[in-house]
């Protein structure tokens, strides 16, 4: 078992160095940044010596040789890794980036990298539904029996056997395993066990080809799932696709890479992170009414031709009767002890321009904590027609649902909004 390389967001590894990447790992992770076309980490000079820097992509990355180099969000300093890496997971989670994982999802990471806690969930998933039941289909085959079987073929028997009676042409349908959903399943087993670091998911997957013995082989590429079919009799096993299909196009190992490299990586923006969480938290809330990334509009217009320039996406808008009530803009970093202070003005001018132009009666600046106390600042404009711009701060600590939930409901919010 390799290394575990641990890095947070914006920070700093030596290259042949202690505790750093080899010359040769970092070769590795720059073609497959240009494969990816991203950046995870650039280099930089520091010291008299070369040195990576990590961007705002957090998750892992499988390197040449079977290190891993484990991007963390960045948190205050007594947050140990265990509980940084088990929120993360709960946030790719509950963002609906991943609509197919489970809340079950977070615990895993507590102590395994990102990728090795997906597959350690997968497997537990495939391994509670097979012990329930392969689902099985009805295949028909042809076959010559001694025995009345099913339906006789009588073009064949005239054809072939017309004075046998011991021997029969026929046809007949067999329930089965063997089926093309299962097959394809089997066939991701192996890639699954070489990319996992967890001993119990690698037992887990050999164990599942243990019981799918009587099932079939295929080849495994991403279009194999487009012909992937679902009744009431498998729609349970939908979500465990879905999320196959997700390893076969994004983490599986290449086999040209050999064992030495054993897969890709696995890495969220966590801006965008934090803005689907925030959205996919404020859906749950208030359902329709909400509307992400939207509704589209434009804050300059050519008086010569009528153009339309600099079009505005609000990250969450929050409708009443269609009309834009509250602007919410998420910011993935950590307010200092002044709440107020610690706000740039840019921030500020955004959230106060998306209000204004789309004739909001508030804007929401949110910014994520791992403080016990969240703590909340509600602003308003002196000049012109006033805007309330609000500053809260919604935990991102799994467990802390219900507290986040409070806040996003923005009763005092939508109180002052009422009065204004």
């Known amino acids: 078992m390799g290394r575990v390389l641990t890095l947070l967001e914006h920070g700093m590894l030596p290259v042949d160095g202690d505790g750093g990447i080899t010359s040769t ?3 590795h992770l720059c073609r497959m940044q ?12 520091r010291g008299g010596r070369w040195m990576i820097k990590a961007s705002s992509l957090v998750g892992t990355v499988f390197l040449h040789g079977g290190d891993v180099l484990e991007i963390l969000p960045k948190t205050d300093k007594e947050t140990s890794g265990g509980e940084v890496r088990t929120n993360l997971a709960h946030m790719v989670a509950r963002s609906g980036l991943v609509p197919s994982l ?3 999802f977070g615990p895993l990471a507590s102590d395994r990298d990102l990728i090795s806690a997906f597959l350690l969930h997968v497997a537990g998933r495939i391994f509670r539904l ?21 339906r006789l073929d009588v073009r064949l028997q005239v054809a072939r056997r017309t004075n046998r009676h011991d021997s029969h042409h026929l046809v007949c349908d067999e329930l089965t395993h063997d089926t093309y959903n299962n097959r394809l399943l089997k066939s991701c087993l192996p890639a699954m066990t070489m990319a996992s670091r967890s001993d119990r998911a690698r037992n887990m997957f050999r164990s599942l080809a243990g019981l799918m013995e009587g099932v079939g082989g295929m080849p495994v590429e991403n279009r194999a ?21 997700l390893f076969v196009r994004d983490l599986m190992p290449s086999p040209r890479a050999g064992d030495r490299s054993r897969g890709p990586a696995w890495l ?19 359902g329709s009414r909400v509307v992400l990334q939207g509704p589209r509009r434009f804050f300059l217009c050519c008086m010569d031709s009528g153009k339309h320039w600099q079009a505005m996406k609000p990250d969450v808008t929050l409708l009443d009767d269609h009309r834009p009530l509250v602007m919410l ?4 970093k ?3 002890d002044d709440i107020r202070d610690d706000v740039s003005a840019a921030d500020l001018r955004q959230v106060y321009t998306y209000a204004r132009i789309y004739g909001a009666d508030a804007g929401v600046l949110v910014y994520p904590t791992v403080s016990d106390v969240p703590r909340q600042a509600h602003l308003r404009t002196e000049e012109g027609q006033p805007v309330l711009v609000h500053i809260v701060e919604v935990p991102v600590s799994r467990g802390r649902l219900g507290e986040m939930a409070g806040i996003l409901r923005m009763n005092n919010i939508l109180q002052t909004v009422e009065v204004a």
Not at 34 to 45: F, I, K, N, Q, S
Not at 133 to 146: I, L, Q
Not at 225 to 245: G, K, M, Y
Not at 268 to 286: I, K, Q, W
């Open 25 to 27: 790992q970092l070769d």
């Open 34 to 45: 240009d494969r990816l076309d991203t950046r995870v980490v650039t280099e930089v000079r």
């Open 102 to 104: 489970e809340d079950g």
């Open 130 to 150: 097979v012990h329930k039941g392969m689902p099985r289909e009805y295949v028909r085959r042809a076959m010559v029996s001694g025995f009345i079987k099913g």
């Open 225 to 245: 799932f487009d012909r992937l079919r679902f009744d009431r009799r498998n729609a349970a096993w939908q979500p465990v696709f879905e999320l196959l299909r």
């Open 268 to 286: 969220f923006d966590m801006n965008s992170l934090f803005e689907a969480y925030v959205g996919a938290m404020m859906r749950r809330l208030y």
């Open 329 to 332: 803009d998420t910011k993935w």
């Open 334 to 336: 950590l307010l200092g």
